[in-house]
């Protein structure tokens, strides 16, 4: 099956500075890629939707200048979360879907993000 | 607010009994998907219900989409250790011109011995 691979696994990094996170789709290519981002014992809450060669939509109430989203290849789309701040330490999951419409979709294995 | 909702939140069973997962949107969904996610893990799909009513089995498990729609089940017979995790229910809102996955609220299994 599809294989999604996300990098790093985990990162602490201070407050202030930026972190990139990076989702690679290993064995298909992947025009559109979802991040999401969940906090301890909830639920996925789509922050935006990634896509290849034009600029990624983000849901409403995410800031866009602060989530960075780039999508410059068919297997590679990458999050920064610029000026981190303590509030934005939580866990981001990319994920990619299988061609066709309303398919399933392949999750990364996330990035736990610790701003101290 | 979310317009997937799932109960109960929490769930903590002994092992060999039986497990339920409600799911119901406040609006009509195209599918329901299912996933499991681990403690510490990603979610990983288990399946998905196309069709009005329609009754899909996986070993012990049993995933039910409702006639409207709008709402879906997930049944773990005589659980196991092994199924402790979070289990979502996910659907495709059309909202505007996108159709997007919106997750469950979840439900969160402990399977003790």
């Known amino acids: 099956g599809a294989v999604v691979s996300q990098h790093p696994s985990w990162v602490i990094c201070k407050s202030g500075t930026s972190v990139k996170i990076e989702c690679r789709s290993l064995?298909?290519?992947?025009?559109?890629m979802f991040w999401y981002r969940q906090f301890p014992k909830q639920s996925l809450m789509l922050m935006a939707t990634?896509?290849?060669?034009?600029?990624?939509?983000?849901e409403q109430g995410v800031e866009k200048d602060k989530f960075l989203i780039n999508h410059a290849s068919l297997t590679l789309s990458t999050l920064t979360v610029t000026s981190a701040h303590p509030e934005d330490s939580s866990f981001y999951i990319c994920?990619?879907?299988?061609?066709?419409?309303?398919?399933?979709?392949?999750f990364g294995n996330g990035t736990r993000l610790t701003v101290t | 607010g979310q317009q997937v909702m799932q109960i109960p939140q929490y769930q903590h069973v002994q092992e060999g009994e039986d497990f339920t997962t409600y799911c119901n949107s406040s609006?009509?969904?195209?599918?329901i998907q299912w996933y499991k996610q681990r403690p510490g893990g990603h979610p990983v799909f288990l399946i998905q219900?196309?069709?009005?009513?329609e009754v899909k089995k996986q070993k012990r498990l049993t995933f039910q989409f409702g006639e409207a729609k709008k709402n879906s089940s997930l049944h773990i017979t005589a659980t196991q250790t092994t199924d402790v995790g979070t289990y979502f229910c996910?659907?495709?809102?059309?909202?505007?011109?996108?159709?997007?996955?919106?997750f469950g609220t979840g439900t969160r299994l402990q399977v003790t011995l």
């Open positions: 064995d298909f290519q992947a025009t559109t």
């Open positions: 996910a659907g495709y809102l059309n909202t505007g011109t996108a159709s997007k996955l919106t």
């Open positions: 994920s990619a879907r299988d061609p066709g419409v309303n398919s399933p979709l392949h």
């Open positions: 219900l196309v069709k009005s009513g």
């Open positions: 990634s896509n290849e060669g034009s600029k990624a939509t983000y």
């Open positions: 609006t009509t969904l195209s599918n």
